[in-house]
């Protein structure tokens, strides 16, 4: 069993910037691939952005290349979201996710556990 933890969700004008972090526990995180979600109201869940576990190789949605970032830290059992040049649009709860062993996927239904996700409001 994993347990995700996500912080570092707030209210940041458009422009701004936010650190999202997702604490795991457990001692496999390094095999498990992780991705960020988002779901904004009224919307279906969809996917931001992934790490794979074997070779830290990392898949964006075409909406945030080049501003967002994703990376982990192993030795903390760490996945963060670096989102840069926010936009209105942005605005949604964001979720972690782990998927143990596999590759990166953009479908919800892959991943085995899920945080209980952080708010993020950017305003215009």
């Known amino acids: 069993q994993v347990q995700l933890v996500e912080s570092g969700g707030g209210l940041v004008q458009a422009g701004g910037s936010l650190r999202l972090s997702c604490a795991a526990s457990g001692r496999t995180f390094s095999r498990y691939t992780m991705g960020w979600f988002r779901q904004a109201p009224g919307k279906e869940r969809e996917f931001v952005a992934a790490v794979w576990w074997r070779d830290g190789s990392t898949y964006y949605t075409d909406s945030v290349k080049g501003r967002f970032t994703i990376s982990r830290d192993n030795a903390k059992n760490t996945v963060y979201l670096q989102m840069n040049s926010l936009k209105p649009e942005d605005t949604a709860v964001y979720y972690c996710?782990?998927?143990?062993?596999?590759?990166?996927?953009?479908?919800?239904?892959?991943?085995?556990?899920w945080g209980q996700g952080t708010q993020v409001t950017v305003s215009s």
């Open positions: 996710a782990a998927n143990m062993g596999g590759g990166i996927s953009v479908a919800p239904g892959q991943y085995d556990y």
